[in-house]
């Protein structure tokens, strides 16, 4: 009984390890033009705080994307928010 246990877990973890190599687990940019994220606070729409990552600027000689903040639709309180860029498999934020 031991034994198919030891057997079944070695498995276990012989196939999460496989999983972590295919394509669909590597590394993706965040900071990628076009990319939005939001969290709503509440049940209603209005309650949407939305990111969206929106062109480009230079800070301190380096290039960095511009994070805008708004409020569930994209035209209404549209504005600059941070500063986001990848750096290796990492990405940093710079708020305003």
Same mark, same amino acid.
């Given at each position: 009984?031991?034994?198919?246990?030891?057997?079944? !877990?070695?498995?276990?973890? $012989?196939?999460?390890?496989? !999983?972590? *190599? /295919? %394509? *669909?687990? %590597?590394?993706?940019?965040?900071?990628? %033009?076009?990319? &939005?994220?939001?969290?709503? +606070?509440?049940?209603?729409?209005?309650?949407? =705080?939305?990111?969206? +990552?929106?062109?480009? /600027?230079? @800070?301190?000689? %380096?290039?960095?994307?511009? +994070?805008?903040?708004? @409020?569930?639709?994209? #035209?209404?309180? $549209?504005? =600059? $928010?941070?500063? @986001?860029? #990848? +750096?290796?498999? &990492?990405?940093? !934020? !710079?708020?305003?």
């Amino acid at each position: 009984m031991k034994t198919k246990l030891l057997l079944s !877990l070695l498995l276990a973890i $012989y196939g999460m390890a496989a !999983l972590a *190599q /295919t %394509e *669909q687990m %590597e590394y993706r940019p965040f900071a990628k %033009e076009g990319k &939005t994220w939001e969290a709503q +606070v509440g049940p209603i729409l209005e309650n949407n =705080y939305c990111n969206s +990552v929106d062109g480009d /600027t230079l @800070i301190g000689g %380096e290039s960095w994307k511009k +994070v805008y903040n708004y @409020i569930a639709f994209p #035209d209404f309180n $549209y504005s =600059y $928010y941070a500063a @986001i860029r #990848d +750096v290796g498999n &990492t990405s940093k !934020l !710079l708020n305003s």
